[in-house]
């Protein structure tokens, strides 16, 4: 089966982590492409890419609307000519008019996209029941959901203790630095309230709330509490995830959460906002915590209890090793896919 994976931009977030993850997997017994529209892109990321993917570049300036940009696009389809072209950015479809010779899937990523050319596609698919359910509320056919997926395998798990006094409680969240979205501003607030020195915070990742972020944590004076780690490679998260006590995961508005997942795969806690999306991968409260989204009291009463009662945490944590692995290992979710081709291309065939 020839598969061509099409997306505007490869930088860091959960699309994009998607993306490299399939296109991998399916590389092993598939012709395998990636067509990137945008000169966005992390070398860091095409790096992780097997050799055997075929990368085309359109190297488009965003937002251009560059007539060149779109024949080159159309180009590279028709050079690859793919049985199953796998779109993750609604509108794209609109600028390949052979796209009529392809099976077309779209994958929705997150909640309230613009889902222009929605209607164009052969398959729609969600990350999420939340974004399946999203999409369906916005008068649109409900998408089949195949949910992200994390390579569980690849996680360093080690069997955690309880702190003692002499020891920091030590958080990690894990994300773009887009508070808006993310509510990294929430830690540092509850961290404030909670008035307590041996509570640390890691936060890994970057973006445009960067400069904000930093301001909040002087304002607060928590400089000594706070470190921001910047992007890491997800060879280094994988490996010192499980050198912390919690994961928090404090979204504003959340599509999935990996690395709610990839907290679970580690063997540490995790605490999350109560969106559907996160509590679909805590399974509602019995894999993990959460707290009112937005609220930082809650946020801060639920620090205080994950702390006192850490022995509960660690059972917790323990189940949720299974259940992340069980739900949403990369290679199950991959399989999923595969399977989709096959029938789509299959009900083609038998017209």
């Known amino acids: 089966m020839r598969i061509l994976h099409l997306i505007y931009s490869l930088n860091v977030g959960g ?10 997997y399916q590389v092993q017994s598939n012709q395998v492409g990636l067509c990137i529209i945008n000169n966005l892109y992390a070398q860091k990321l095409l790096n992780e ?18 007539i060149l940009d779109v024949f080159q696009l159309n180009r590279y389809v028709f050079k690859f000519h793919p049985d199953i072209l796998h779109i993750h950015d609604s509108d794209a479809i609109l600028y390949i008019p052979i796209r009529s010779f392809y099976h077309t899937i ?43 997926g994390i390579l569980t395998s690849a996680i360093r798990r080690t069997k955690k ?8 409680f030590r958080i990690v969240q894990v994300g773009r630095l887009e508070h808006g979205i993310k ?27 960067y400069n904000y972020l930093k301001e909040v944590t002087r304002q607060l004076k928590l400089e000594k509490q706070v470190n921001f780690l910047g992007n890491c490679d997800i060879e280094w998260i994988y490996h010192h995830l499980c050198d912390y006590h919690l994961l928090v995961q404090p979204s504003i ?28 991968i805590i399974d509602k409260g019995k894999q993990g915590y959460y707290f009112r989204h937005n609220d930082v009291d809650d946020l801060c009463r639920m620090f205080r209890y994950i702390i006192k009662h850490y022995e509960e945490a660690l059972q917790l944590s323990d189940k949720a090793q299974t259940f992340v692995t069980v739900n949403f290992d990369s290679n199950l979710i991959a ?11 299959k009900d083609t065939y038998s017209q």
């Open 49 to 66: 890419l097997d050799s055997r993917i075929q990368v085309f570049h359109i190297n488009r300036k965003k937002a251009s609307r560059n």
């Open 335 to 345: 399989q999923q896919y595969i399977n989709l081709y096959n029938e789509k291309i």
């Open 183 to 209: 509510g990294q501003h929430l830690i540092l607030k509850a961290l404030h309230r909670l008035s307590s020195s041996r509570i640390s915070i890691d936060f890994i990742g970057d973006g445009s709330s």
């Open 161 to 168: 203790n309880i702190p003692n006094a002499e020891q920091n």
């Open 15 to 24: 699309a994009e982590r998607m993306v490299i993850t399939l296109a991998n």
């Open 106 to 148: 779209l994958t929705i990523h997150a909640m309230d996209l613009p889902l222009k050319g929605y209607k164009l596609y052969n398959q729609t698919v969600a990350i999420s029941k939340a974004v399946a359910d999203n999409t369906e509320n916005r008068g649109l056919c409900r998408p089949e959901v195949i949910y992200n």
């Open 253 to 280: 508005s959340e599509g999935f959460g990996l690395t709610i997942a990839e907290g679970m795969a580690a063997g540490i806690p995790v605490l999350v906002s109560d969106l559907p999306a996160p509590l679909e």
